[in-house]
């Protein structure tokens, strides 16, 4: 067994607010409990999730300022996300350890955490600490070995985003033949939909900025819509059979227009607005289907792990940094003109 170090060095989220509540500092190292591996983390990528919570984007109300440093008031089935918090939630690692009841043969599998736990529910990096550290903790179910010529960065790519993708396309029932409409199709998430929509032999349209189109081609969306454009001028009414949405705002009736009856609706984000306005006339008369996706069954990240061993997606990544710049790697994330996913190597 791997000598395991009794502290290490993490990048801490001691609150909510700007980038001073990223701290970088040394804590100990997690204990594994019964059932759980030790993951020395060899890369980590960067999601909405983790500026959302720190920026309170999920409260749902408006708590004071020391109530917010506390409790970060969301829609997470496991309650709430208490600080210091460790956050990340995608890795990629190297067991190290493992607790009671786990097999010793797993140590020294190369790793991806799911990053959905279910006993209890909590999300990795959210209600419990995540890959923002050299070592994490999970449940050995949670820690899917995997088969790959795939460099530790690009396995980092897949988790959070690709399983929320999957789940998106799967809850949707995308299936061969389908037209599937991708809003914000250049980001971790809708690449990622893009791909996994196309891989289930769907045309896949991509809204993007059409700076960014070729590149959203290159993964497989057989044509992209300007994020500016109007998409019924473009596409037509009754056009599109499926929607992934991660953008919402105030153009979000127009999805619903380009839907064909019995259409469905998929949506996982919301980055231009959580607020909508839904004529329920719209939803009943074309027979509508309209998916919220967060929890996803365990065979989501299954597929998803056997599609990575098969070659049948591929990473994009778009930058890598170190875990001391995750400000500059937010940074950047936020500015939005990178296609896929931003990387952190530990």
């Known amino acids: 067994m791997t000598d395991i170090p009794e502290t290490m060095k993490a990048m ?15 804590v100990p190292v997690p204990e594994v409990g019964k059932g759980e591996v030790l993951i ?11 500026i959302n919570v720190r920026l309170a984007w999920y409260a749902q109300d408006e708590d004071s300022e020391e109530e917010n440093q506390q409790l970060a008031e969301g829609v997470w089935e496991g309650g709430g996300v208490y ?23 797993r140590i020294g599998d190369r790793v991806i955490v799911e990053p959905l736990f279910r006993n209890p529910v909590k999300y990795f990096g959210a209600e419990c600490d995540g890959a923002f550290a050299e070592y994490t903790v999970a449940p050995t179910e949670n ?7 795939l460099s530790s960065v690009e396995l980092a790519s897949f988790p959070c985003s690709y399983s929320t993708a999957e789940n998106l396309v799967s809850r949707a029932g995308v299936t061969a033949g389908d037209v599937v409409l991708v809003t914000g199709a250049s980001g971790g998430v809708g690449s990622a939909a893009v791909q996994l929509a196309a891989r289930r032999g769907a045309e896949v349209i991509g809204v993007v900025r059409d700076d960014k189109a070729d ?40 999805l619903l227009t380009v839907m064909r009856s019995r259409g469905r609706y998929a949506t996982s984000g919301a980055i231009a607005g959580p607020v909508v306005s839904l004529d329920l006339r719209t939803m009943y008369f074309k027979d509508l289907s309209l998916f919220g996706c967060t929890a996803f069954e365990p065979e989501v990240f299954k597929n998803l792990v056997s599609y990575i061993e098969k070659g049948e997606i591929k990473p994009v990544i778009s930058g890598t940094y170190k875990l001391t710049d995750i400000a500059q790697a937010q940074e950047d994330f936020l500015k939005k003109k990178h296609v896929g996913k931003l990387v952190l190597e530990l």
């Open 143 to 149: 820690a899917h070995k995997v088969e790959s010529d």
């Open 40 to 50: 020395k983390v060899l890369a980590a990528g960067v999601n909405n999730t983790e």
């Open 215 to 254: 590149k959203v081609k290159a993964i497989g969306a057989s044509r992209t819509v300007d994020r500016d454009a109007d998409l019924v001028e473009t596409l037509g009414i009754n056009s599109v059979d499926v929607v992934i949405d991660l953008v919402g705002g105030e153009e979000w009736p127009h």
């Open 83 to 105: 600080f210091p918090r460790i956050q990340g939630a995608d890795a990629c690692g190297e067991i190290v350890a493992v607790g009671e009841g786990v097999d010793e043969s």
């Open 12 to 26: 801490v989220l001691t609150g909510q607010g700007d980038y001073d509540k990223l701290q970088y500092k040394d």
